[in-house]
Nanobody, 118 residues
Framework: QVQFVESGGGLVQPGGSLRLSCVASGSMSKIFSMAWHRQVSGKQRELIAKITKDNSTNYADSVKGRFIISRDHAKNEVYLQMNSLKPEDTAVYYC????????????WGQGTQVTVSS
């Protein structure tokens, strides 16, 4: 099973930027797509950015043009550069490996809290 440790969250003002990092354990992360998800308290977790093993990316409409997902295959890490942050981006952010349908396959980590507020 693949496990994850997310980091890089924090408190940022609207319009600011943050860069999240995720370290994955296990070999699955090398052959599957990886994705960032986020969850607002009381709501379902949503997939917001995905990157394939060939580095093709796609994004949810809510973050398209503002967030950039990338990965380092050698380090088994995935990153999320978040720009032009909005209060509605406030959530706990998680990473995971996903299949072609976007279904998460690994064990969820603790996530990292992002709070966008003035």
């Amino acid at each position: 099973q693949v496990q994850f440790v997310e980091s890089g969250g924090g408190l940022v003002q609207p319009g600011g930027s943050l860069r999240l990092s995720c370290v994955a354990s296990g070999s699955m992360s090398k052959i599957f797509s990886m994705a960032w998800h986020r969850q607002v308290s009381g709501k379902q977790r949503e997939l917001i950015a995905k990157i394939t093993k060939d580095n093709s990316t796609n994004y949810a409409d809510s973050v398209k043009g503002r967030f950039i997902i990338s990965r380092d295959h050698a380090k088994n890490e995935v990153y999320l550069q978040m720009n032009s942050l909005k209060p509605e981006d406030t959530a706990v952010y998680y990473c995971n490996v996903v299949n072609s349908l976007g279904v998460a396959l690994g064990i969820w980590g603790q996530g990292t809290q992002v709070t966008v507020s003035s």
